[in-house]
């Protein structure tokens, strides 16, 4: 039996045609959303993920901004940067592109950002409130496999969930998520003992680790939904942290990489900008 492909590029579609009418709709009632990006230094990568954001933001209709600045710009000047988003009434999101370089503290230009503009849902303040419950702007890399599952009809409720990774921008917030919608939540990582047999009893088996295929069938429950967040280059192709090949015979469903989780990333992102819009604009209520 082969799996499911969850199409998260057809599924992003989907969101953007709606996003479109909500720009349309907030401009009718005089808000012109906006989103500031920033980009510290020269890392390719990064490089191609503001474009690509901008580049949506603009398909959308969305205003945007981008800060492009050179590698050796002093903390303070990044910060000052921020401190102007941040009192700008023009501006609803601000978005700091990561990695920053060594020279700067991510931590304190994170935390810098105000909390109602902080469409990436980084702020500890924000990460802190989804520890608690629901909130308007979660990251978005887990909001959108909460989408994706959603959109899938999996019924989370009472389920076995497993995560594989704990950072604080995939793994520990997505857990949250799926435990808000009353999954049985495990979180793993690179101490956990016997990986292979945790996830097996993974119904919905989440992989956040940044290691190319490490996840075989072996890992994976007959039936479960895999969802992929792994991005990892291989002789000059981007491959999953899920080995798609061993893992689609055994699995229910599966995200594909590339076109799986990632085309969401960018989609939420717009939908956070958005919320913040109506919340800053007094249309929504938090
Ligand atoms: P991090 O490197 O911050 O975290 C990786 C996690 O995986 C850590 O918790 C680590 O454990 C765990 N880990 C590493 N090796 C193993 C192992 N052998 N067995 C079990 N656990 C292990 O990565 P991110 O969360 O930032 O990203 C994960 C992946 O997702 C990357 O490939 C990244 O490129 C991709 N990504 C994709 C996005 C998208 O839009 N699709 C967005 C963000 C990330 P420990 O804590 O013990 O070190």
């Given at each position: 039996m082969a799996a499911v492909i969850l199409d998260g590029r057809e599924i992003s579609a989907q969101i953007q045609a709606d996003l479109k009418d909500e720009v349309t709709n907030l401009q009718s009632q005089g808000v012109n959303p906006c989103l500031a990006v920033l980009l510290v230094g020269d890392n390719p990568a990064s490089h191609t993920y503001v474009r690509s954001k901008l580049r949506v933001a603009q398909s959308l209709g969305i205003a945007s901004r981008d800060h492009i600045l050179a590698g050796d710009t002093p903390e303070e000047e990044v910060l000052a940067l921020i401190r102007r988003l941040n009192d700008d009434p023009a501006v609803h999101g601000i978005l700091v592109q990561l990695p920053l370089p060594e020279s700067i503290n991510t931590a304190r230009v994170l935390g810098a950002v105000a909390p109602e503009k902080d469409v990436d849902g980084f702020h500890p303040m924000n990460l802190g409130r989804l520890m608690m419950g629901p909130t308007p702007m979660p990251p978005c890399t887990p909001a959108g496999i909460m989408e994706i599952l959603r959109r899938a009809g999996?019924?989370?409720?009472?389920k076995e969930a497993v995560v594989v990774g704990r950072s604080n921008i995939v793994g520990k917030p997505v857990a949250f998520l799926l435990l808000h919608e009353h999954a049985t939540v495990t979180i793993c990582h690179s101490r956990t003992r016997d990986l292979p047999a945790v996830c097996r009893r993974a119904e919905v088996l989440v992989v956040a680790i940044g290691r190319a295929r490490m996840v075989t069938d072996e890992y994976v429950r007959p039936g479960a939904v895999v969802i992929d967040v792994g991005i990892n280059r291989e002789n000059g192709r981007l491959v999953g942290d899920v080995d798609f090949e061993t893992v689609r015979h055994v699995a229910g469903a599966i995200t594909p990489v590339p076109g799986g989780v990632g085309p969401m990333t960018i989609t939420m992102l717009m939908k956070s900008t958005l919320t913040a819009a109506a919340l800053q604009s007094g249309l929504k209520s938090a």
């Open positions: 999996v019924e989370l409720k009472g």
